[in-house]
């Protein structure tokens, strides 16, 4: 079962530009990186980590030191319905923990191809539009907000 806690990561460049990942199982379903935490105790900032390596490739403790941040800020959303099976009987509700993520500008994905099938580099304010979810669209602009 998933635990309902997960963190997402905004990964960008010097530029601004924002790495948007569509899902395999979900046609147009354009999101940032995303993912439930493997433990309840399990260290955020590493789940956070864990997952950009799973979903892109990308070796966060190969990036220069600060490059993975906690942006600090948390919402609660409604898990789909369709997707409720993979939690807990009667869970309907997941915590979800912000992180920004800046790469070197030639930075290669390599997406995992279970999970997706496409990535774009995007401008942030064409990310933050395109995104599925839209507190997916709402981290990306409270980042550069925040810049």
Same mark, same amino acid.
């Given at each position: 079962m998933k635990i309902?806690?997960?963190?997402?990561?905004?990964?960008?460049? /010097?530029?601004?530009?924002v790495l948007l990942i569509e899902r395999a199982d979900r046609s147009s379903?354009?999101?940032?990186? %995303? @993912? /439930?935490?493997?433990a309840p105790d399990e260290d955020l900032t590493?789940?956070?980590?864990?997952?950009?390596?799973e979903? %892109? @490739?990308?070796?966060?403790?190969a990036l220069p030191a600060g490059a993975l941040r906690n942006m600090h800020h948390q919402i609660e959303y409604e898990i789909y319905p369709e997707w409720r099976f993979r939690y807990a009987p009667g869970v309907t509700k997941n915590t979800e923990h912000w992180f920004a993520l800046?790469?070197?500008?030639?930075t290669q994905v390599k997406l995992a191809p279970r999970e997706h099938v496409a990535y774009e580099w995007l401008p942030f304010q064409e990310a933050a539009k395109k995104c599925?979810?839209?507190?997916?669209?709402?981290?990306?602009?409270?980042?550069?907000s925040a810049n």
């Open positions: 309902p806690i997960s963190v997402l990561v905004v990964i960008y460049k /010097s530029n601004r530009d379903f354009w999101q940032s990186v %995303t @993912g /439930s935490l493997d590493l789940a956070a980590a864990r997952e950009v390596f979903e %892109t @490739g990308i070796a966060v403790e800046q790469v070197p500008d030639d599925f979810s839209r507190s997916n669209g709402d981290a990306i602009l409270k980042l550069f």
